[in-house]
């Protein structure tokens, strides 16, 4: 995009769908997401103009990055409860129990009764925690 260098309506437009983008995918799948967060970035950064360097450009944008992730990290490690409250093996079986009992009514064709709702919701919430 930094090589195209759009001008006007095609730099409007390019924005548009670079913005659209990051706010479809932001909430199911960040890590793609960030890909269209940082092409809107450079674009806008650029101001519709050419870059005089390309590569000068860019890694300044991963300088800014690693400094960024840098100071992330060092909040989480001061701000951070020293032990996890549920290590990892337990959450991963507590999601696997989940998933058996909501087979259970996957196999039987039950998707509506109280309970498969509420096998579904109890899988949702040890995926996501």
Same mark, same amino acid.
């Given at each position: ?9 095609? /730099?409007?437009?390019?924005?548009? =769908? ?16 960030? $890909? ?5 970035? $450079?674009?806008?950064? *650029?101001?519709?103009?050419? %870059?005089?360097?390309?590569?000068? @450009? @860019?890694?300044?944008? =991963?300088?800014?990055? +690693? +400094?960024?992730?840098? +100071?992330? $990290? ?8 020293? =032990? ?8 991963? %079986? %507590?999601a696997l129990d989940?998933?058996?009992? /909501? ?15 509420? *096998? ?10």
């Amino acid at each position: 995009m930094l090589w195209v260098a759009p001008q006007g309506l095609w /730099l409007a437009l390019m924005l548009a =769908a670079l913005q659209f983008l990051t706010c479809m995918l932001v909430v199911g799948n960040y890590a793609l997401a960030v $890909i269209f967060i940082t092409a809107l970035a $450079i674009t806008m950064a *650029s101001g519709g103009h050419a %870059a005089e360097s390309i590569a000068e @450009l @860019l890694w300044a944008r =991963a300088i800014d990055t +690693i +400094i960024g992730c840098t +100071i992330g $990290i060092g909040v989480l490690l001061v701000t951070a409860p020293r =032990a996890v409250a549920v290590p990892i093996p337990q959450e991963l %079986a %507590a999601a696997l129990d989940a998933a058996q009992e /909501l087979l259970k009514f996957a196999a039987a064709g039950d998707a509506v009764s109280p309970g498969a709702k509420r *096998s579904r919701r109890n899988l949702q919430l040890s995926v996501v925690r």
